[in-house]
């Protein structure tokens, strides 16, 4: 009896929810041949020699051991330049997305609605096709911004073939388009804040700069924070930029641009694997820390 009830349980089970899970199988499908399996894949190549021909062999932590090895420049070089991008683009990203969003918010402001559709196009162009402008743009020969420079007087820069100046195309590549994208995201937080707040404010004598302070910028904490754990996972995975935009060596290169390197150059898929596996954990540790500091921030206000 016991077995014939179950029998009827699990009968009655997929009746009623055959219809919803055969709607979501297509994405686990998905999930499981194009993400979970290389990803596990992955994770094997990394502890093998492998060039995508030959038969895989087994070599342990070698691939890590090389990796992180103190005379590899090319990856501390990398991981040092990605570290930089982090923090330079998130500081520069939010600053200024927090900026525009404000501008765009401004009651007095006439034609706001075609603005915030300019400020959205960049967002929305191929990312390799406005690297290959800025390209041209920052060319030490006959790039615009080395004349705009001599214009003023002063010296062309070698953007791209310089190893001090080769970061700053890529930086500011990469917040030209994350900032309206960014702008838009707190724009949709500052037209949530209660109007009544600003006006008991102002009854009090507070003035905008105070207003900001005590008003918009904490109610604006958790999408701030939406922004900052973005544009740490969009920073450590950058790669278009820095590739197009190519300095000398390894002195603009990012952890993803070495990775696709050894992946697709010199054909060594294991240490790419490591490489992958790495970037990974850094970027895991630093949202995590990134969470701390911000359930800690909530706990102290």
Known sequence: MQHRAKRGRTAQFLHRYKTPYLFILPFFLIFFVFQLYPMIQ???YSFQEYDGLSAAQYVGLKNYRDLFHADNYAFWDSLKNTAIYWVVCSVLVIVLSVLMAMLLNYKHLRGTGAFKTLTFLPYVCASVAVALVFKMLFDTNSGLVNEFLQLLGAQPVDWLTSSRWSRVPVIILFCWRSIPWFSVIVLSGLLSIPGDYYEAAIVDGANFVQQFFRITLPLLGNILFFCFITVTCDTWKMFN???????????????????????????????????????????????????????????LL
């Open 241 to 299: 930029e820095s590739y197009v935009l190519k300095g000398p060596a390894y002195s603009n290169a990012t952890l993803f641009q070495l990775m696709y390197e050894h992946a697709f150059t010199t054909f060594r898929l294991g240490y790419a694997s490591a490489i992958g596996y790495v970037l990974a954990v850094i970027t895991i540790l630093v949202s995590i820390i990134q969470f701390y500091v911000r359930r800690t921030q909530e706990q």
């Open 42 to 44: 992955s994770l094997i």
